[in-house]
C-alpha cells in the first residue's frame, strides 16, 4: 500500500484517522468527507509530502491539525460545511501551491482581520499567486 494515490473515505462512519496512513508518502488525494470524523485532527500528514487534495467536507471536526501546514504540495483544501469547525491554524510560507480552500458553511470564531494572515509568513497577494479559490460564504 505504500504506492497508494488516492484513499476515499467518504460517507463512512469511520470517526478517527488511523495514524499509519501518515506512512502512505505517496499519497496524493485523501478523501473524508462526510465522515464521522470528530475532534481534531491528529498530526499525521508529516510525511504526506505529496498530498495535493484533502476533502473533509462535513465532517465534524473541530480543530484541524497543525501538522497541515507542512504540506507543501497541497493544491485544495476543501472545509465546506464543517460546522463544527472553530480552530484553523496558522499557515506558513510553505503552501504556496494552494489553489483553492473553501470555508464555506464553516464556524471559525474568528478569521484574521487580513485574510491573507492565515498563511502566516506571506505579505502580499503576490505571494500567493497559485491561489485561484477561496470560498468564504456563509460563514457562521
Known amino acids: 500500500m ?4 488516492e484513499l476515499k473515505f467518504s460517507g463512512s462512519r469511520i470517526k478517527d484517522i488511523p495514524s499509519s496512513i501518515g506512512s502512505l508518502t505517496l499519497l496524493e488525494n485523501l478523501d473524508l468527507s462526510n465522515c464521522a470524523l470528530v475532534g ?3 498530526d499525521i500528514f508529516g510525511d504526506m509530502g505529496h498530498l495535493r ?6 465532517t465534524m471536526i473541530k480543530e484541524l491539525s497543525n501538522s497541515i501546514v507542512s504540506l507543501e504540495s497541497l ?3 476543501k472545509l465546506r ?3 463544527k469547525l472553530e480552530k484553523f491554524p496558522k499557515m506558513h510560507e510553505n503552501m504556496k ?3 483553492e480552500l473553501s470555508l464555506t458553511g464553516v ?3 474568528k478569521l484574521p482581520n487580513n485574510i491573507w494572515a492565515i498563511w502566516g509568513g506571506f505579505k502580499t ?11 468564504l460564504e456563509e460563514i457562521v
Open 2 to 5: 505504500k504506492f497508494l494515490k
Open 40 to 42: 481534531k485532527l491528529l
Open 53 to 58: 487534495n484533502l476533502d473533509l467536507c462535513g
Open 75 to 77: 493544491e485544495i483544501l
Open 81 to 83: 460545511d464543517c460546522t
Open 97 to 99: 501551491c494552494l489553489k
Open 107 to 109: 464556524r471559525i470564531k
Open 125 to 135: 497577494t503576490e505571494d500567493m499567486k497559485h491561489l485561484k479559490t477561496l470560498r
